[in-house]
């Protein structure tokens, strides 16, 4: 199949915005979408370059090395799923995760293979950018937390954390999480038992307080359940959510 994507760099050498010299790749079918995306990224900063397709995804993410991708599902040649597991198995990036569908099955499925964080269409632009923002700001915080010693493993029963490799076990098996759902994870564990709702995880995790997108708050609580099992993170209908510890 013939492999077709359009790239494009911005000039963000003499710019002193927060996105200076980041890269995002952005993957769409939809040239209207497309063409808004990277016009948003570039006006802050960003240097953007775009794909048609899963083929000429994956190949532009191997050659370009992007810092970020903002990944449509549904798209010719192989879909956006499959583009998030090739391009993970090559290197690790967060992925901002685009779909047409409000189908939670999707979101997961999108969690799942390694996704970071999901839009539903149609979004705002200006939301979109501030998402990239938080994604590449948590993806350094996480560099620095590993490089800083701290000292021991925080124990909950059977679960793990381990802060500086950023690591958790269940049951002494390693869990795999992505840096969401390890930055969500941690944010329970500081207050064990206690109930932080939704717009608090948001602040916290997130680093925006948009209550919008207090569904992609449920949604990474689902996925992360699903890894370290159900039983550990309580519902409080209403209110938000409570990381479960055995009784003294």
Same mark, same amino acid.
């Given at each position: 199949m013939e492999q077709t994507h359009t790239s494009q760099s911005g000039t963000a050498a003499t710019t002193t915005t927060p996105g200076a010299q980041r890269r995002? +790749? *952005?993957v769409e079918d939809d040239t209207t979408i497309v063409d808004a995306i990277a016009a948003r990224l570039r006006a802050e900063g960003f240097l953007v370059q775009t794909a048609a397709? =899963?083929? &000429? &995804? *994956?190949d532009t993410a191997e050659a370009w090395q992007p810092d970020l991708l903002i990944l449509d599902i549904m798209l010719p040649g192989f879909d956006g799923l499959e583009v998030c597991r090739r391009v993970q198995a090559q290197r690790p990036v967060p992925v901002l995760m685009l779909t047409a569908r409000d189908d939670e099955t999707d979101? +997961? *499925? =999108? +969690?799942g293979v390694g996704a970071d964080d999901y839009m539903t269409k149609p979004f705002s632009m200006r939301e979109l950018a501030a998402? *990239?923002?938080v994604l590449l700001r948590r993806v350094e915080r996480a560099a620095i937390a590993a490089s800083t010693p701290r000292s021991g493993i925080l124990r909950l029963g059977e679960l793990e954390i381990d802060h500086a490799q950023r690591r958790v076990r269940v049951k002494s098996e390693d869990v795999h999480l992505t840096p969401t759902e390890f930055d969500l994870l941690v944010c329970l &564990?500081?207050?064990p038992r206690a109930v932080l709702s939704r717009e608090q995880l948001l602040a916290e995790v997130w680093d925006w307080a948009d209550a919008s997108g207090t569904r992609t708050v449920d949604s990474h609580i689902k996925a992360l359940r699903r890894k370290i099992g159900a039983e550990r993170i309580r519902t409080v209908h209403g209110v938000g959510y409570a990381l479960e510890t055995p009784n003294p």
């Amino acid at each position: 199949m013939e492999q077709t994507h359009t790239s494009q760099s911005g000039t963000a050498a003499t710019t002193t915005t927060p996105g200076a010299q980041r890269r995002v +790749l *952005v993957v769409e079918d939809d040239t209207t979408i497309v063409d808004a995306i990277a016009a948003r990224l570039r006006a802050e900063g960003f240097l953007v370059q775009t794909a048609a397709d =899963g083929p &000429a &995804a *994956v190949d532009t993410a191997e050659a370009w090395q992007p810092d970020l991708l903002i990944l449509d599902i549904m798209l010719p040649g192989f879909d956006g799923l499959e583009v998030c597991r090739r391009v993970q198995a090559q290197r690790p990036v967060p992925v901002l995760m685009l779909t047409a569908r409000d189908d939670e099955t999707d979101m +997961l *499925v =999108g +969690l799942g293979v390694g996704a970071d964080d999901y839009m539903t269409k149609p979004f705002s632009m200006r939301e979109l950018a501030a998402r *990239v923002h938080v994604l590449l700001r948590r993806v350094e915080r996480a560099a620095i937390a590993a490089s800083t010693p701290r000292s021991g493993i925080l124990r909950l029963g059977e679960l793990e954390i381990d802060h500086a490799q950023r690591r958790v076990r269940v049951k002494s098996e390693d869990v795999h999480l992505t840096p969401t759902e390890f930055d969500l994870l941690v944010c329970l &564990a500081n207050t064990p038992r206690a109930v932080l709702s939704r717009e608090q995880l948001l602040a916290e995790v997130w680093d925006w307080a948009d209550a919008s997108g207090t569904r992609t708050v449920d949604s990474h609580i689902k996925a992360l359940r699903r890894k370290i099992g159900a039983e550990r993170i309580r519902t409080v209908h209403g209110v938000g959510y409570a990381l479960e510890t055995p009784n003294p």
